[in-house]
Nanobody
């Protein structure tokens, strides 16, 4: 079983930046495809970014493309989400997820972190 723990959320003004971290522990020793999702108040979970376990291919939806970047540090067993040019509509709880396949579909991920709050003030 893989355990994920997000950190790095907080309060930032419009145009600011944050870097979220997702530390992974446990598991079988194999790498996983990693995804970031967010859920704003009163809204459904939304895909933000993923990185595949083979080839480290990444994908971002138009809502964050050019502003958010997913990366991975295998030596620290950690995946990151660098968020720049933040907007109020980015306000949400951000979740890290791990699975065998990189996908925009959250239901296909096996493991989830507890989430970290990101609040962007206008």
């Amino acid at each position: 079983q893989v355990q994920l723990a997000e950190s790095g959320g907080g309060l930032v003004q419009t145009g600011g930046s944050l870097r979220l971290s997702c530390a992974a522990s446990g598991g079988t020793g194999s790498t996983y495809s990693m995804g970031w999702f967010r859920q704003a108040p009163g809204k459904e979970r939304e895909f933000v970014s993923y990185m595949t376990r083979i080839g480290s291919k990444t994908y971002n939806p138009d809502s964050v493309k050019g502003r958010f970047t997913i990366s991975r540090d295998d030596s620290q067993n950690t995946v990151y989400l660098q968020m720049n040019s933040l907007k109020p509509e980015d306000t949400a709880v951000y979740y890290c997820a791990a699975g065998r396949t990189g996908t925009t579909d959250g239901t296909r991920y096996e493991y989830w972190g507890q989430g970290t709050q990101v609040t962007v003030s206008s």
